[in-house]
């Protein structure tokens, strides 16, 4: 079992940055691709980016591409996503998982997952 916790959320204006880490349990991270997506209020749920398990490759959504960079530290359990030059289209619950594989735009490809944390992007 690997236990997924997200951080980092918060209000902040249009333009401005936020950085979200996610912190996952287990000493077999490194085996684990990472994905974080996000619902905003009255959307379907969607992909925003994703990591392999090295660090080695990264993909992104085209609604955040350019402004977004998914990263690892694998020697902390953790991943982060910088999020600049936000938009209030960005707003959303984000939400960390982890992966063995599959399609990795795909909620069903993902194993684990944390409870979410809020970002809000005011105008």
């Known amino acids: 079992q690997v236990q997924v916790v997200e951080s980092g959320g918060g209000l902040v204006q249009a333009g401005g940055s936020l950085r979200l880490s996610c912190s996952a349990s287990?000493?077999?991270?490194?085996?684990?691709?990472m994905g974080w997506f996000r619902r905003a209020p009255g959307k379907e749920r969607e992909f925003a980016a994703h990591i392999t398990g090295n660090g080695g490759r990264t993909s992104y959504a085209d609604s955040v591409k350019g402004r977004f960079t998914i990263s690892r530290a694998n020697a902390k359990n953790t991943v982060y996503l910088l999020m600049n030059s936000l938009k209030p289209e960005d707003t959303a619950v984000y939400y960390c998982?982890?992966?063995?594989?599959?399609?990795?735009?795909?909620?069903?490809?993902?194993?684990?997952w944390g409870q979410g944390t809020q970002v809000t992007v005011s105008s």
């Open positions: 998982g982890a992966s063995f594989g599959g399609d990795y735009t795909s909620w069903d490809s993902y194993r684990y």
């Open positions: 287990g000493r077999t991270f490194i085996n684990y691709a």
